[in-house]
C-alpha cells in the first residue's frame, strides 16, 4: 500500500534528516488563531519556516538564475522519495504547514501547467486517500514555476474541507452521473467544486473551465488558479479557485500595512500563513476579506463563469 510506505518515509526522513526532523518537532509549536465570518472560520497560522516559500521571487529572470530546487541533482542528498506513476516522486516537505506534508514534483524538468497534468492528479489523490493532493499554478503561489510539482497534506486540516461537506456555503448546480458542479457563495472566495467518480467527465468539465478562464486571461502561460483534490467513498472532490491577482496589495506595501501574506492553495482553502509573527498578530478579520477580494473570483465572477461551463 502506498499509505504505508508513506508513513515509512516519514519515520526515515524525520529520523534521519535533520532539518525535516527539525522543522516537524517545530510544527508542534507553532501558533494558530481562529478569525471567525457568519458560519464560517478561517485559521492563521504563525509558521516562520515559511519564509522562503511565501517570500519566494517567482519572476522569469530570478527563476533562470537559480538552481531549480526541485531537480533531483540539487535536492538535499538526504532527501529520499517514492516515485509514483511514470514521472512523479513523492517527498517529505521540509518546511511543513501540514502534520504530513508531500511534495509531489515531476522527474523531468518542466513548466508547471495543469493543463497536460490534471489526470496525474487525480491518480494521485486516488493513490493516497488520507490526503489531499494540491496543485498552486506559475502564478498563483507556487514558488517553482518553472518545475511541475504537486503538494499533498493530511486530510482534515483545511475548513473548506469540512464547509464543503457541512453544505452552507456550497450549492449544486449541475449533476449527471458521475459528475456534479458546485458552486460557493457568501465565503469570501469563489470556488467551483467538481465531485464525482467518473475521471473522464472530471477532466472534460475542467477542460472547459480551462479554456473559459484562458479567454479572461489570454497573456498569462495558463490561467491563475490553485486546485484542490480529495478522494473518499470513490469519488474525487476538486475545488477550483480561479485566481485574479497573485500577490495582495498588502504584501507589496512598505507601511504599517505590509502583510507577508502570498495566498496559495492552503491559504485559500483556509489556512492563512503568516511566516512573520507581526503579521500574525496584527492581522484581523477585515484584511482577510480584503485579501481574498484581491486575489480571487466573488460570487458574481464565479456565477458568470459557472453559467459558461454547464
Ligand atoms: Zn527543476
Not at 507553532?30 to 478561517?42: A, I, N, P
Not at 486517500?129 to 507556487?142: D, E, I, K, L, R
Not at 503568516?274 to 485579501?291: A, H, L, M, Q, S
Request: proline fraction near 6%.
Amino acid at each position: 500500500m502506498l499509505s504505508d510506505r508513506i508513513d515509512e518515509l516519514f519515520s526515515d526522513q524525520l529520523a534521519g534528516w535533520e532539518l525535516a526532523g527539525i522543522n516537524y518537532r517545530n510544527l508542534s509549536m507553532v501558533r494558530t488563531k481562529r478569525l471567525s465570518f457568519g458560519g464560517f472560520e478561517v485559521l492563521v497560522q504563525f509558521n516562520p519556516a515559511r519564509i522562503t516559500s511565501s517570500s519566494a521571487k517567482v519572476d522569469d529572470s530570478s527563476v533562470k538564475q537559480r538552481p531549480c530546487f526541485l531537480c533531483a541533482d540539487n535536492r538535499p542528498k538526504e532527501q529520499k522519495g517514492i516515485p509514483f506513476g511514470d514521472d512523479l516522486i513523492i517527498l517529505v516537505n521540509p518546511f511543513p504547514i501540514f502534520r504530513r506534508h508531500l511534495t509531489i514534483p515531476s522527474c523531468s524538468h518542466s513548466d508547471q501547467k495543469i493543463s497536460d497534468s490534471f489526470g496525474k492528479m487525480l491518480l494521485l489523490a486516488q493513490a493516497m486517500p488520507s490526503f489531499t493532493v494540491f496543485y498552486n499554478g506559475p502564478q498563483s503561489g507556487a514558488s517553482a514555476p518553472d518545475h511541475l510539482h504537486f503538494q499533498a497534506g493530511n486530510i482534515g486540516f483545511m475548513p473548506v474541507e469540512m464547509d464543503f461537506t457541512g453544505g452552507k456555503h456550497a450549492r449544486l448546480v449541475s449533476s449527471v452521473p458521475g459528475l456534479e458542479i458546485w458552486k460557493w457563495e457568501g465565503y469570501l472566495r469563489g470556488i467551483i467544486t467538481l465531485r464525482g467518480n467518473d475521471g473522464e467527465k472530471l477532466a472534460g468539465v475542467f477542460g472547459k473551465l480551462f479554456e473559459s478562464l484562458s479567454h479572461r486571461q489570454p497573456e498569462r502561460p495558463e490561467p491563475m488558479m490553485n486546485i484542490l483534490s480529495g478522494y473518499s467513498s470513490d469519488e474525487w472532490t476538486i475545488h477550483i479557485f480561479p485566481r485574479k491577482q497573485h500577490r495582495p496589495r498588502q504584501f507589496f506595501s512598505s507601511g504599517d500595512d505590509r502583510l507577508l501574506i502570498s495566498p496559495a492553495a492552503v491559504d485559500l482553502g483556509g489556512v492563512l500563513i503568516t511566516p512573520r509573527e507581526e503579521d500574525y498578530e496584527k492581522i484581523t478579520g477585515e484584511d482577510v476579506i480584503d485579501i481574498f477580494s484581491q486575489v480571487c473570483f466573488n460570487d458574481n465572477e464565479i456565477e458568470a463563469l459557472v453559467s459558461e461551463i454547464i
